[in-house]
């Protein structure tokens, strides 16, 4: 699971209010080689949770972002881009579990796959 997917899942339980972000427990993280693609960098800049981005990329050992959401004018830098497209796109959580961080409910993640289907009780 890329750190994409990651910044964009939450915890649906029934009565969540605090779903965002699931925090993570990793058992095995890779690298994948993905194309470097500067404009879908750029389009998926805004649609970012950036808190969630960083913490998460330094869960899976990741630490080369900055700390706070830079501003636009970092488009520009071939060196950020890089840097971001490698924390979004190719680090990835081979196994593992997400944590709904209000419940504790743990999603596991086997073979890069989130599995956050619900319980009957949940829904």
């Known amino acids: 699971m890329r750190l994409l997917t990651h ?4 915890s649906n339980i029934k009565g969540v ?6 925090l993570i427990e990793a058992e095995k993280v890779t690298e994948k080689q ?20 960083t913490d998460a990329s330094k869960t899976l050992g990741y630490a080369e972002l900055p700390e706070e959401v830079p501003d636009q004018s970092v488009l520009d830098s071939d060196d950020f881009l890089q840097k971001f497209h490698h924390a979004l796109l190719e680090i990835h959580l081979e196994e593992g ?4 961080p209000e419940t504790g409910r743990k999603f596991p993640v086997n073979k890069g796959i989130p599995n956050m289907l619900l319980h009957e009780d949940e829904v």
């Open 17 to 22: 209010v605090n779903g965002f972000p699931l």
């Open 34 to 53: 993905v194309d470097f693609n500067p404009d879908f960098l750029k389009n998926m800049f805004t649609k970012i949770d950036w808190k969630a981005l």
């Open 97 to 100: 579990a997400l944590v709904c």
């Open 7 to 10: 910044n964009m899942l939450s």
